[in-house]
């Protein structure tokens, strides 16, 4: 059989961390709380506009290109026209 003090089985490795532990007490680490000061009410604050003109920046538009449209007197087809079509 195996000795229990060796480190590579289950017991061996239960007793040394146990006795781990009873060596090193663990410390309780103190979170530092913070407090903040309540903000100062400043009032109501009554403000009038003293502008006279407001600017206001356009958005930039592309320029889309125009498009030509030919204007014909007469139809380019006539009633009673064949027209081909193929299925």
Same mark, same amino acid.
């Given at each position: 059989? %195996? !000795?229990?003090? !060796? /480190?590579?089985?289950?017991?061996?490795? *239960?007793?040394? %961390?146990?006795? !781990?532990?009873?060596?090193?007490?663990?410390?309780?680490?103190?979170?530092? +709380? $913070?407090?903040?000061?309540?903000?100062?009410? =400043?009032?109501? =604050? !009554?403000? +009038?506009?003293? =502008? #006279?003109? +407001? +600017?206001?920046?356009?958005?930039? =538009? &592309?320029?889309?290109?125009? $498009? $030509?449209?030919?204007?014909?007197? %007469? &139809? #380019?087809?006539?009633?009673? /026209? /064949?027209? /081909?079509?193929? *299925?």
């Amino acid at each position: 059989m %195996q !000795d229990q003090n !060796d /480190d590579l089985t289950f017991e061996g490795a *239960w007793n040394n %961390q146990f006795k !781990d532990e009873k060596k090193k007490p663990e410390k309780k680490v103190k979170s530092e +709380i $913070k407090t903040f000061e309540k903000p100062t009410f =400043r009032g109501k =604050r !009554d403000i +009038i506009e003293k =502008r #006279s003109k +407001i +600017i206001v920046t356009s958005k930039k =538009r &592309l320029e889309e290109p125009t $498009k $030509k449209v030919e204007v014909v007197n %007469q &139809l #380019s087809s006539k009633e009673g /026209d /064949d027209f /081909d079509v193929e *299925w």
